[in-house]
Each structure stands twice: as C-alpha cells, then as structure tokens.
C-alpha cells in the first residue's frame, strides 16, 4: 500500500482542503485507539487532584513546580513583531487590564506543569480585542477529534462546576474558519496545549505524575523520622519499692505526679525505694541514606540535580555544576514550548483583529522570547565568542571568508540562532587589507572578568 496518497493534499482553497482532510482515510496503521495511549477518565482525574494536593501540601512538589516557572517564565516574557502597528497592539493585548498576560505567565506555566496541559479560552468583543482565560484541566471531561487523526481537534466538552450533568461545548480553534457571526463578533473558540503527550494520545501528563508516590512516600519517612526522634528522648521513672498495701502504691504515685521531679534536680531516696528511667531504644543508623535515596529517584524524575532540593550532591563546585546542565536542557525546552503556546495565541489574537482594523497585518511574523535561563551561561558564551572571532577576524582581513560567513560564526559561537537569509541580506563588502596586529589581550584576563560565583562579569 502506498502510504504517500493518504498525506497527498489537493490543491484546494483551506476550507476545502480541510474537508478533504476529514474525509481522507488513514492507513490501518495510523488508526490507534484512544484507550491505549490515554489514561482512563477516572485514573487522570485522580492524577490530576493528587498533583494538585501534592502541590498544596507538599514542599517539594511546590518547589519542583516553582523551579520549572522560575526558569521559564522568570525573566519575563517578550511579544514583538517589525510591523510597528501591530507591535502596538500586541502591546495593548498582552497588557489588557482583562488579560495581564505577564502577571499570569507565572500561573499559566504552574498550571502546565502541575497538570501537563493547557486549555485556552478566547473570547472577542466587538472591537476585535481578545481575551483569554486558562480553563483546568479537571474540568475539560472529553476532546473530540476527527475520526481519521487525533491531533485534529474539533471541540471540548467543559463539564461546569457544581453542576453534575451541565457540560459546555467549546468549539476547537481553526484558522481557515475562524470568522466573525452574524452579530459582527467572533465566537469564543478553546485551544489545547498538552506535555509529555505519548504519540496517538490526546491528552497530555503532569510532570509530577510519575514523582506522586515517591513524594508521599518520602513525607511519610520524614513525618515517621520526626516521630522516632520525639519518641526517642521520651522517658518514665520506675520507682520501685515495698508496699504494705494499694493504698500506699497509690499515694506514692499520686505524690510523685503531683510533684514530679524536673531534669537537673537531685533525688535523694533511702534503699527502700529504686529510681529507673525506661526509653525506647530506637536505632536507624542508615536512615540517613534511605531518605537520600528516596530524594534521588525524586530529583531523577523531575530531571534536576540534587543540590536543586537542598542537597549537596558534591564536595566540588564542578560536580554541581556538570550536573546542571541536562536541567538547564529540560528547562529550554520547556521555555521553547510556552513560548510557542504564546506565539499562537497573540497570532489568533491578531487574526481577529485584522477583521476590524486595516493597519493590522495578519500575515506578519511574531516572535515570543524568553529571558536567557542562566547567567552563567552568557559568560561562558562571551568568552568563547571572544576567542573566536579574533582567529575568523583574522581570515577576514585576509579575504578568505566574506561577510556573512563571518556573521553566521560568530553568532554561532554566541549561542543565537538566526535566519540564513537575513545574513543573506546583509550587503557584502570587498576584503579589508590586512591591519596591524594589536596589542594581544589575554583571554585568562577575560576570565578573570567573569565573577565565578554568580557568573556576572565583573564591574572593571
């Protein structure tokens, strides 16, 4: 069977194509039920309110989730454009009183993180302004898609708190066919974002999915470690002596409580009476290593080092900081994704807009940009862009790379991607002669510019 003519679109207009796409049969092998790549309803449900009591009760659950939005979204988040009146409405969309996106950034990638999947609510009034409201995901009790591909989603069927049988039905997000009713205003449409999302799945999974039952488990150890430790300088007095009868015994003790000897005192008895102390005769000499490795299959899970959660995992400064870098991965990818949530959403927001208002270009590009995840980073990026431009400064002078060679190197070497065709752009230049060797600066100088404690060049 030839599996191209299943992918092959006719060269239709985009609602046409779109129909075409619904009605085109997939392969047998594309089909995959749904029941098994997703939870059931009832399992991630109960995912869902463990995380979120986890997040609640748990410290370090509330600190994995906080780690992930202070990397992300902590150095602010930036929407920009080069066609100036749309700039400007990004600007107003993204600083609306009804929307404050830069306040509820930080929530939003909570909410990612703690349920693994996102729920968009855009709603338009009659001026073409968006609005957006982020639905739980505990909520959103079924995601219809078509009946040949899972990844086209039709709507979402909200269940309505307080309300067992009330659902509400929002309509997917489609480009080609978002338009205006007959009132002049758009419909409030949803879009869905989802994480650790199995391939032929719908719905995606909580980071702290996997981590739930070692979480309750390790603040079961702690709470029981905190119980023996109470429980081992506990004592009581045995008093041992000869009495006539019960009611003797049982003055003596009703003295003794009354007034029971305070620590530091001196007791002084005759033979006829024998103090003792009992206490409990705890030992757990490995304790100690039962909760670090209860804490490493926590940080193994949630993909960051341990010195992350308050445990050193290392006597030298650069076994912490080798152990940083997966993480600093994980996080800019996850940066990457949210910004790329953002970026569609200003784009739909944008769509709208051009309905109502020429100056608006809805075709033009929108970049959303993170702040850069460490600092430490950006020095290490300085100091290699600076060895190496001076060797490709060098090969210039003498003509053997052009322009845009040179642009592309050297951006590489500073860790920023940009478009081939912009350098491709840049006008060319003839080959400069050969200047004069200058006074050699010492790239351990440079080094030594960079404080290595919080990796901030240092103020020379």
């Not at 990844?151 to 338009?179: I, M, R, S, V």
């Not at 950006?378 to 001076?390: D, G």
Request: hydrophobic share 40%; proline share 6%; with cysteine.
């Amino acid at each position: 069977m030839n599996l191209l003519k299943f992918f092959r679109l006719p060269s239709h207009s985009p609602k046409e194509e779109h129909s075409s796409m619904q009605q085109t049969a997939c392969p047998p092998l594309m089909l995959m039920p749904t029941q098994a790549r997703d939870r059931q309803v009832y399992d991630q449900h109960t995912i869902l309110q463990q995380a979120l009591e986890a997040w609640r009760t748990n410290p370090l659950a509330r600190r994995l989730v906080g780690l992930t939005s202070q990397y992300v979204v902590g150095g602010g988040i930036r929407v920009q454009c080069a066609h100036p009146a749309t700039q400007a409405f990004l600007d107003r969309w993204w600083r609306h009183e009804l929307n404050q996106c830069a306040l509820r950034a930080y929530e939003w990638c909570d909410e990612l993180t703690r349920s693994g999947e996102l729920f968009f609510l855009l709603s338009s009034d009659a001026a073409g302004m968006s609005y957006l409201r982020a639905v739980p995901a505990a909520q959103i009790g079924r995601v219809e898609t078509t009946a040949n591909d899972v990844q086209q989603e039709t709507a979402f069927c909200q269940q309505l708190p307080g309300q067992l049988a009330a659902e509400k039905t929002w309509p997917a997000y489609q480009a080609h066919a978002d338009q205006p009713g007959a009132d002049g205003c758009f419909p409030p449409v949803m879009f869905h974002f989802a994480i650790n999302r199995p391939v032929g799945a719908v719905r995606g999974e909580s980071d702290l999915a996997p981590l739930l039952r070692w979480l309750n488990r390790y603040a079961a150890w702690l709470e029981d470690r905190a119980r023996l430790n109470r429980f081992r300088n506990a004592f009581y007095f045995v008093v041992r002596a000869r009495f006539l009868n019960e009611g003797e015994r049982a003055a003596r003790q009703a003295t003794l409580n009354t007034v029971p000897p305070t620590p530091g005192s001196i007791l002084v008895t005759d033979e006829s009476e024998q103090w003792e102390v009992i206490h409990p005769r705890l030992e757990s000499h490995e304790a100690g290593e039962d909760g670090l490795s209860l804490k490493k299959i926590i940080a193994a899970g949630a993909g960051v080092p341990l010195h992350f959660l308050a445990e050193p995992e290392g006597s030298t400064r650069t076994t912490a900081e080798a152990a940083g870098g997966p993480t600093f991965r994980h996080f800019e990818q996850r940066q990457q994704f949210f910004c790329e949530l953002l970026r569609q959403l200003a784009q739909a927001a944008v769509r709208r807009r051009a309905h109502y208002d020429r100056r608006i270009d809805p075709q033009t590009r929108i970049q959303v940009l993170g702040a850069d995840l460490s600092a430490r980073d950006n020095a290490s990026l300085a100091i290699a862009t600076r060895s190496a431009s001076q060797t490709f400064l060098d090969l210039y002078d003498r003509g053997l790379i052009g322009d845009q060679e040179l642009l592309r190197v050297i951006y590489r070497f500073s860790g920023e991607v940009v478009d081939p065709q912009t350098l491709g752009s840049q006008p060319q230049r003839k080959a400069r002669r050969p200047r004069q060797p200058r006074a050699a600066r010492s790239d351990v100088n440079i080094a030594r510019a960079i404080d290595p404690e919080s990796g901030e060049p240092r103020q020379l």
